[in-house]
């Protein structure tokens, strides 16, 4: 008798943890729900487009999806579409790997203002997420992005990068019309800490600096490293070689190039302001105080810009019938086992990926966390009833109404999405809303 198991979540958290299971020493039939048509999560919707190097990784994980014991049913929506509960009737254990679709708040004033985004939602826009506007607001000639990580020079380096360099890479029509009448000619990206601690990965920083439209200016001002820094930098090879590189830019002069992206360090924003729209960006001086942390000088810089861009993290949101840590945006668990909120477990109720943890590390630390949680899955669950079956699953969405796209859908929209980007010489072009990617691949 085969162990039933449900993933929610069709991201690389998801099938990480089919990946585990399928390789695990027991007899497993696994379904994977995705509440979009097509699978794969942040590495289709949050990977910037001139990133094609990244989104490789899509073919390892669609090699699990043609494992025989899995099966991807898309266009699932846990909560609408079939209950927790209703799922625990089907399977034996459930593994809940929804991620973190959502923008932290930074709590300042004026973050509500017109003009002041997510990245999160940015991202989506031009990744061309079935949920995203068609269209975005780009009229600002004056940016700002908050955030020292790799999602904020991704969103700098498309604000920056003009729309027709973004021609080879599978953006659809409507995001590359709009880029390509953006007007932005400033992007200045702000870190509060010092530039051995910015969190950028040493490859994306560098491909700044390859644009033939672009100028990578590093301020001197606030580019300080003291003796917490040199210690950081020693045990932490890729910190290092970030802050090599950024000591390389420091007081380079711009070469006239149309458009600049400006990076400040030791910078905090502490408000927006603007009558209904942004108009300024406060930011504080901050300094180094030798234990890793920074505190505020009392200088305050008010830069001229039209809008705002915050990529200080993603936030998980609840999942229907779990408990939910509002706090730490997580589901409270114990390595991967969920708990609820008097600390006991639930039986046969599992969380993995940034839903589990929350939302750091890049992509490939996925597995480790995989690799817990389906430990103590396989550990403590056994076959029961013989009418879960796939069939009975099936019957119960059939009879919800729900239009399931499975895996052999997915196939039929990959192939319709190379051929539309074959004319144009590129890779793809993603099909841009749902009605749409649920015709094309039927």
Same mark, same amino acid.
């Given at each position: 008798?085969?162990?039933?198991?449900?993933?929610?979540?069709?991201?690389?958290?998801?099938?990480?943890?089919?990946?585990?299971?399928?390789?695990?020493?027991?007899?497993?039939?696994?379904?994977?729900?995705?509440?979009?048509?097509?699978?794969?999560?942040?590495?289709?919707?949050?990977?910037?487009?001139?990133?094609?190097?990244?989104?490789?990784?899509?073919?390892?994980?669609?090699?699990?999806?043609?494992?025989?014991?899995?099966?991807?049913?898309?266009?699932?929506?846990?909560?609408?579409?079939?209950?927790?509960?209703?799922?625990?009737?089907?399977?034996?254990?459930?593994?809940?790997?929804?991620?973190?679709?959502?923008?932290?708040?930074?709590?300042?004033?004026?973050?509500?203002?017109?003009?002041?985004?997510?990245?999160?939602?940015?991202?989506?826009?031009?990744?061309?997420?079935?949920?995203?506007?068609?269209?975005?607001?780009?009229?600002? #000639?004056?940016?700002?992005?908050?955030?020292?990580?790799?999602?904020?020079?991704?969103?700098?380096?498309?604000?920056?990068?003009?729309?027709?360099?973004?021609?080879?890479?599978?953006?659809?029509?409507?995001?590359?019309?709009?880029?390509?009448?953006?007007?932005?000619?400033?992007?200045?990206?702000?870190?509060?800490?010092?530039?051995?601690?910015?969190?950028?990965?040493?490859?994306?920083?560098?491909?700044?600096?390859?644009?033939?439209?672009?100028?990578?200016?590093?301020?001197?001002?606030?580019? #300080?490293?003291?003796?917490?820094?040199?210690?950081?930098?020693?045990?932490?090879?890729?910190?290092?070689?970030?802050?090599?590189?950024?000591?390389?830019?420091?007081?380079?002069?711009?070469?006239?190039?149309?458009?600049?992206?400006?990076?400040?360090?030791?910078?905090?924003?502490?408000?927006?302001?603007?009558?209904?729209?942004?108009?300024?960006?406060?930011?504080?001086?901050?300094?180094?105080?030798?234990?890793?942390?920074?505190?505020?000088?009392?200088?305050?810089?008010?830069?001229?810009?039209?809008?705002?861009?915050?990529?200080?993290?993603?936030?998980?949101?609840?999942?229907?019938?779990?408990?939910?840590?509002?706090?730490?945006?997580?589901?409270?668990?114990?390595?991967?086992?969920?708990?609820?909120?008097?600390?006991?477990?639930?039986?046969?109720?599992?969380?993995?990926?940034?839903?589990?943890?929350?939302?750091?590390?890049?992509?490939?630390?996925?597995?480790?966390?995989?690799?817990?949680?389906?430990?103590?899955?396989?550990? #403590?669950?056994?076959?029961?009833?013989?009418?879960?079956?796939? #069939?009975?699953?099936?019957?119960?969405?059939?009879?919800?109404?729900?239009?399931?796209?499975?895996?052999?859908?997915?196939?039929?929209?990959?192939?319709?999405?190379?051929?539309?980007?074959?004319?144009?010489?590129?890779?793809?072009?993603?099909?841009?809303?749902?009605?749409?990617?649920?015709?094309?691949?039927?």
């Amino acid at each position: 008798m085969s162990l039933r198991v449900a993933i929610v979540g069709g991201g690389p958290a998801g099938i990480y943890a089919a990946d585990q299971l399928v390789k695990s020493e027991v007899d497993v039939s696994i379904d994977i729900l995705e509440r979009l048509p097509a699978p794969f999560g942040l590495v289709r919707y949050g990977v910037a487009p001139d990133h094609p190097r990244i989104k490789e990784i899509i073919k390892a994980l669609q090699r699990v999806l043609l494992h025989d014991e899995v099966r991807l049913l898309g266009n699932v929506d846990l909560g609408d579409d079939i209950k927790l509960e209703e799922l625990r009737e089907f399977y034996d254990a459930v593994i809940v790997a929804t991620g973190a679709r959502s923008d932290r708040d930074l709590g300042i004033p004026g973050e509500d203002l017109r003009g002041s985004y997510g990245a999160a939602d940015f991202v989506s826009w031009y990744d061309s997420h079935p949920e995203a506007p068609t269209t975005w607001p780009l009229e600002a #000639e004056h940016v700002a992005v908050l955030g020292a990580g790799n999602v904020a020079l991704d969103v700098a380096r498309v604000l920056a990068k003009t729309g027709d360099e973004m021609l080879t890479t599978d953006i659809p029509a409507h995001v590359y019309e709009g880029l390509k009448a953006k007007r932005a000619t400033d992007v200045h990206v702000f870190a509060r800490r010092g530039p051995a601690y910015a969190k950028f990965s040493p490859l994306e920083l560098r491909e700044l600096a390859h644009s033939p439209n672009v100028d990578v200016i590093v301020h001197p001002e606030g580019f #300080e490293v003291d003796e917490a820094s040199m210690a950081h930098i020693a045990k932490n090879k890729q910190a290092k070689m970030v802050l090599d590189t950024l000591a390389n830019w420091v007081g380079r002069e711009p070469t006239g190039k149309p458009h600049r992206i400006h990076l400040h360090f030791l910078e905090q924003p502490v408000e927006i302001t603007g009558d209904g729209a942004v108009e300024t960006l406060r930011t504080e001086r901050t300094r180094l105080v030798g234990d890793d942390s920074v505190e505020g000088t009392g200088l305050i810089t008010d830069w001229d810009v039209q809008a705002v861009y915050r990529a200080v993290g993603y936030r998980s949101t609840s999942v229907v019938g779990l408990p939910f840590d509002d706090r730490r945006a997580v589901v409270p668990n114990d390595g991967g086992r969920v708990l609820d909120l008097d600390g006991d477990r639930i039986p046969g109720t599992f969380v993995t990926g940034w839903i589990k943890r929350g939302p750091i590390g890049l992509i490939g630390h996925t597995k480790s966390d995989a690799a817990e949680t389906v430990a103590h899955l396989v550990a #403590e669950t056994t076959p029961t009833a013989t009418s879960r079956t796939p #069939e009975a699953v099936d019957a119960f969405l059939l009879e919800r109404g729900v239009e399931v796209a499975n895996l052999e859908h997915w196939l039929r929209l990959d192939q319709h999405e190379i051929a539309l980007g074959e004319p144009s010489g590129r890779t793809r072009i993603k099909v841009p809303t749902r009605d749409e990617m649920l015709s094309a691949g039927r």
